[in-house]
């Protein structure tokens, strides 16, 4: 079982940076494909990024050249760096974590952080 913690969230004026940090419970968190999704009012939720076991990234298109995703596996730890924020950044940010096992994947969720661009 995996628990995940979200911090960092709070609000920002337009063009600032925030960091968001997700702590992960368990021993496996090397082994686990993390990622940052977020959920604005009204609409679905979306993949912000993720990062692999060994490092690799992808970023949703309006996340790139802004957001930076990374781990510390020694801290069980996942960050998201975000620069330049624009007001439709605003949103609820969750931690994902995805277990890959023998079949199929088991996925995990932290609570959800508010991240809140405005002037």
């Known amino acids: 079982q995996v628990q995940l913690v979200e911090s960092g969230g709070g609000l920002v004026q337009p063009g600032g940076s925030l960091r968001l940090s997700c702590a992960a419970s368990g021993s496996i968190f090397s082994l686990l494909i993390m990622g940052w999704y977020r959920q604005a009012p009204g609409k679905q939720r979306e993949l912000v990024a993720t990062?692999?076991?060994?490092?690799?990234?992808n970023y949703v298109d309006s996340a790139k050249g802004r957001f930076t995703i990374s781990r510390d596996n020694a801290k069980n730890t996942v960050y998201l760096q975000m620069s330049s924020l624009k007001p439709e950044d605003t949103a609820v940010y969750y931690c994902?974590?995805?277990?890959?096992?023998?079949?199929?994947?088991?996925?995990?969720w932290g609570q959800g952080t508010q991240v809140t661009v405005s002037s």
């Open positions: 994902n974590a995805r277990e890959i096992l023998t079949i199929g994947t088991k996925e995990y």
């Open positions: 990062i692999t076991s060994g490092g690799s990234t």
